[in-house]
């Protein structure tokens, strides 16, 4: 687990728990014994730490956070006995030196990295803070502005910068462990008081306590109730403060707070579910183990419109070289411009990006109107407006020019995945690839199989997710598929808690107190109200295919909600137009401010339709979007649309905004509790009878019948795993 030798007057230890030489319990054990070992052997005058297979240490398993005995605790003192070594000890950094193993680094006398390593300390992210004391070295080595940026994000950093910061002492092109060894000769003799982290005071800033205070106010404001960042901030702030010991003391306090806050609960949760959904499965048989993807040397997108022009730039970014296809040269030369701009600006947050990226060079990024130009392409993803005749007429031409083996892809959002296959003579070649807007930013692609779809062109658009540095999530074709079937009653809802006496801002407010980034409304706003209403208006729901005498709040005996649609016919869009669901500066505006107008708007329409206003509380607001949201959710399991819960939450935090350390809607209902889920859905359904969305699904009845088990049993209670397909 770390193994022990000598050379002439330098011991070396390196860590070995392949693949990332990570710190469990053994390896902590083996470092402890070679410490001793070295310092009450007389021959050795120094010690140089590294990691096997050119990698320092990724840090402690996280499976070891949960476990009752933590790591932390035990890694702490061992990076204090580093410290104390009275003989020079050297970290050789390679690879990796994340969480535990950058403490460890931190604890050693001289730290010399290779030019390729990278080095953070990203516990953060799973609901923790460094707990073997690096918020208490790390400000002492490179100053309280960098601690804090490294420790609140949990960025990782290259090794030049982490030159730069103070951080590592030297950075080598060549042989890391040969020169670390040359650098622990050189050290032999020399004293190591200046050189222990612990003894070092805080550089000092001019208003280090207002520095400190903005600091934290900034940290709050982006957090969203993510108590990690803030309390990350408390540790370093009480490195700034207080002596070393006293620092330690408190970074113990706040670390076992976030141990028993169950938000790393849920981020470590969140953080596996992500890794789980790459292991995909169909109810057909098909999956991850047995599908092999076929290449994707070149691709092609049909449509530069806002996705069209997303999706160009992530392939460009993965290096694909590809085709980009409009129907006119207007058009195309409007889109060609938004995607130069776009790439242009990834371009400058990359060290080098115009050359990296080359897509100036037609081999790598060329512009038609030309379908011919997609006889050699091995994939293309289709990203026209949602039309399915549209759609159809594009998937027909595509099935006559491409090669026999070429993945078509569709970036519908909500449209039959069957239907745009029937279009073509390869339905098991048809897929959608469902990305989110902005599509070079969002990290969702959801991936969605029809009837004939064949594994291989699952497992190549999963592939491809990857290689776009996607989360892919495999699910069933059924309308709105996953992630929007299950938005489809939470905006609902929240359009009808307006009706009944709220307002947006009120709405908007208590989702975001939530955790959501941005609430219905201000969503509603941002992509378009006009989106929703194009939609609405071919599935016969409003406009001018309505049959007459049609009662305006109610479709096929079911409730339904007037208001967007009356927006839009006023030409309130959303941002684009300036207004929509709040009043915007100007056309293109972002600022929301709550319009005085649609207040009276939804008073006039109240007495209208005769509907008694009510004042209506945050928890009901709350539960009415959530819960509604959820129980589509179990619907969609029972259905076989996902092969399970995870599937739903991954989409949820990556694509929708909902608030990581809440662990995704199916985490929270299993925290909330299903029988009190369930509770409240009978109360709501019982007060509005017309309103499926709020009625149990039956999967839920069932798993709070049976005793509310673990969210990874759910799928054991389905009587058989029956899929739409």
Known sequence: MAQYARGSAVAVIRLRNPPVNALSRAVLQALEDGLKKADAD???KAVMICGENGKFSAGADIRGFSAPKRLGGALGPIVSLIESSEKPVVAAIEGVALGGGLEVALGCHYRIAHVKARMGLPEVTLGLLPGAEGTQRLPRLIGVPAALDMITTGKHIPATEALKLGLVDEIVE???IEAAIRLANKVIGQPLGPRRPS?????????????LEEALAKVKRQARGCLAPELCCQAVRAAAQSPFAAGVRRERELFQVLLSSGQARALQY???????????????????SSAAPQPVRRAAVIGLGTMGRGIVTSLVKANIPLVALEQDLENLNKGRKAVMLL???EAMKMEGGAQILDFHNPARLQFTVDFDLLRDVDLVIEAVFENMALKKEIF???????????????NTSALNIDEIASATNRPQQVIGTHFFSPAHVMRLL?????RHTSPTAIATAMQLATALKKVGVVVGNCFGFVGNRMMFPYVQQAVFLLEEGSRPDAVDQVLEDFGFKIGPFRMSDLAGLDVGWRSRKDQGLTGPSLPAGTPARQRHGQRYSPLPDLLCERGRFGQKTGKGWYLYEKAGGRTATPDPWLLNFLSQYRDTHGIQTRFIDQEEILERCLFSLINEGFAILAEGIASGPEHLDVIYINGYGWPKHRGGPMFYASTVGLPRVLAKLQKYSEAHPDVPSLRPSAFLKKLAAVGNPPLKEWMSYLSQQSSKL
């Open 199 to 211: 003894l070092k005071p805080v550089p000092k800033l001019p208003n280090m306590e207002a520095f």
């Open 174 to 176: 060549e042989n890391t």
């Open 446 to 450: 959801e991936i969605i199989y029809g």
């Open 270 to 288: 969140a953080f596996f579910a992500e890794r789980a959904v790459r292991r995909w499965a169909t109810p057909g048989g098909a999956s991850w």
């Open 343 to 345: 790439l242009e600006r």
């Open 396 to 410: 027909h031409k595509l099935s006559k020019i491409c090669k026999p083996g070429a993945l078509l892809c569709t």
């Open 42 to 44: 007389p021959s050795v």
